[in-house]
């Protein structure tokens, strides 16, 4: 009889297990087929880091929300010791978050990402010192984070905006945002057509210290301008 129930469970067991596979497995390949230009087959998703580790997650992140902490942390670091991406399964993570390359990518335990969110390698999403509660950064929805960028504390990134590689982000940014910098400036931008997560673009970004130089040499003109009209009138009345 206790083989049978054993038999039973073992059965359900791994039928949950590949439901949730084919869940995942769908919405993955269409997620990464959308966001890769280099995939050639629907089949190549399983060589995708990414997959591996949202898969992982998936499951981790219910173990974690029934308080079975340990088994639901033994499930992440298997997953980093085979994909490189530490994601710690109290992260909230939505639906159609692609990690590209993935290789040194860190999700802090109240890190929240919202849908169609791009990440490549060695990003950090993680928080600053010992404090308690909400102390990682909530990414909202359609946003694109370069490879190497910092995103650090409990701070929020606007939807459809694009971090520049190598940024060190500590403050919260507007929506339809480009942040970029050691520290980060953010420079709004109007609203676009595509999002940021979809065009994948990483070269073109502007430049907000260059921007605000910019700024600084037209307000340098016009006070010359001001000031040599000054001059002028100044000449003009000694001369009368």
Same mark, same amino acid.
Do not use: C
């Given at each position: 009889?206790?083989?049978?129930?054993?038999?039973?469970?073992?059965?359900?067991?791994?039928?949950?297990?590949?439901a949730l596979f084919a869940f995942a497995a769908r919405s993955e390949i269409a997620t990464i087929k959308r966001k890769d230009p280099a995939i050639k087959s629907s089949i190549e998703v399983i060589l995708y880091s990414?997959?591996?580790?949202?898969?992982? =997650? $998936?499951?981790?992140?219910? %173990?974690?929300?029934? =308080?079975?902490y340990f088994l639901a942390r033994l499930i992440s670091q298997l997953s980093r010791w085979f994909t490189g991406i530490e994601i710690h399964p109290g992260a909230k993570i939505a639906k159609g978050v692609f990690i590209d390359h993935g290789m !040194? /990518?860190?999700? !802090?335990?109240?890190c929240e990402i919202g849908e169609n969110v791009l990440i490549y390698q060695n990003v950090t999403l993680g928080g600053t010192g010992k404090d308690? !509660?909400?102390r990682h950064p909530t990414v909202?929805?359609?946003?694109?984070?370069?490879?190497?960028?910092? /995103?650090?504390?409990?701070?929020?990134?606007? =939807?459809d905006s694009k971090i520049g590689a190598g940024s060190v982000v500590l403050n919260s940014t507007?929506?339809?945002?480009?942040?970029?910098?050691?520290?980060? =400036?953010s420079v709004t931008r109007g609203v676009s057509e595509s999002a940021p997560s979809d065009n994948l673009d990483q070269l073109r970004l502007p430049d907000p210290v260059e921007m605000e130089l910019c $700024? %600084? $040499? %037209?307000?340098?003109?016009?006070l010359e301008k001001q000031i040599e009209k000054y001059k002028t009138e100044d000449s003009n009345n000694e001369a009368v």
């Open positions: 009889m206790k083989i049978i129930i054993f038999i039973a469970i073992f059965v359900a067991i791994i039928a949950i297990l590949t990414s997959f591996w580790a949202m898969f992982s =997650h $998936r499951i981790a992140h219910r %173990l974690y929300n029934m =308080h079975i !040194g /990518v860190v999700i !802090g335990e109240t308690t !509660g909400k909202e929805h359609n946003v694109m984070i370069g490879s190497g960028a910092k /995103v650090l504390g409990p701070i929020t990134i606007g =939807h507007k929506p339809y945002s480009t942040v970029v910098g050691v520290p980060a =400036h $700024r %600084l $040499r %037209l307000q340098i003109d016009k």
